[in-house]
């Protein structure tokens, strides 16, 4: 039986490492390449080299080498090695003939009990990382939800608070605009019986028409109830008479309200009367 470890320059004990280191050296020395003036001798001594290699890199081959090679070199009972080797896998001790196949089938069982182990292990870590995978997936989704939630929150307060400060705009507007109403009509019922008029067309003609009349649009041009043109489709409709009149008349309208309301006398302020001492009563009429 050939000597591998002698071969590759080795101890019987060397590690798998050591096994390699070896095969590497004596591959180096003895390859064909590097002795060209024995081509064929160190091509068989590369061939040795790299069966040496092949069978002590393999655990199974190994063993069985091992046994085989001391069964030859022991004197005595060459089975003791083999039969204490069974006691200690719990292999039964079976005759000669069909021992290297009970033991190496065990050490092969041994072998495949270890690779479903670590198969098993590989397949648990497997899972727990699909496991931790799937949990990031569900706490980036809760989060995003949770944002989602947030934002949709958050526009949803703004768009109230924006459409209520809207709101309360529009209704100072609107109040504005009634208190102006209000002053310009009382500023026009004055003037209308001032001007004595009466009947609806009299109170058209005289009317100054308000700042704050109704802007409305028509399908068509329409005939303006002041100067009774067909302009356009803008109308403005007085809330003091309800005439619809032009875009034209309403700025003259504003031009003689401003005009008026300067020439208007400013009204003198009212004095107050100094009321006058009560006399003192007469103490001839107390007496009496």
């Not at 790299?50 to 069978?55: G, I, M, S, T």
């Not at 947030?150 to 459409?163: G, N, S």
């Not at 026009?188 to 100054?208: D, G, I, N, P, V």
């Amino acid at each position: 039986m050939p000597d591998h470890y002698a071969t590759l320059e080795i101890q019987p004990t060397a590690t798998q490492e050591q096994i390699t280191e070896g095969y590497h050296r004596m591959a180096m020395i003895h390859h064909p390449d590097r002795n060209r003036n024995d081509t064929t001798g160190a091509t068989s001594r590369f061939q040795q080299i790299q069966k040496a290699y092949e069978l002590l890199s393999n655990p199974l081959e190994r063993c069985r080498y091992d046994m085989e090679r001391h069964a030859e070199s022991s004197t005595g009972d060459q089975f003791s090695l083999f039969r204490d080797l069974a006691d200690f896998i719990g292999v039964p001790w079976p005759q000669r003939e069909g021992f290297y196949e009970s033991l190496f089938r065990a050490l092969g069982e041994e072998e495949e009990e270890a690779r479903q182990k670590a198969r098993e292990q590989l397949a648990r870590e497997e899972e727990e990382r699909r496991a931790k995978r799937r949990e990031a997936r569900e706490q980036r989704r809760r989060e995003e939800q949770i944002r989602e939630r947030e934002q949709k929150e958050r526009y949803e307060r703004e768009e109230k608070e924006r459409r209520a400060a809207e709101r309360a705009r529009e209704a100072e507007i609107e109040k504005a605009r009634e208190l102006v109403i209000e002053g310009e009509a009382r500023k026009q019922h004055a003037r209308w019986q001032l001007a004595r008029a009466t009947t609806q067309e009299a109170k058209r003609s005289t009317c100054w028409h308000s700042s704050s009349c109704v802007k409305t649009q028509h399908r068509k041009k329409f005939k303006c109830e002041a100067c009774g043109a067909r302009r356009g489709i803008t109308a403005f409709e007085c809330p003091h008479c309800g005439s619809n009149i032009c875009q034209l008349c309403f700025a003259k309208s504003a031009e003689k309200r401003a005009h008026d309301e300067e020439s208007e006398p400013t009204k003198p302020k009212p004095t107050k009367s100094k009321s006058a001492k009560p006399k003192p009563a007469n103490t001839d009429d107390r007496d009496t």
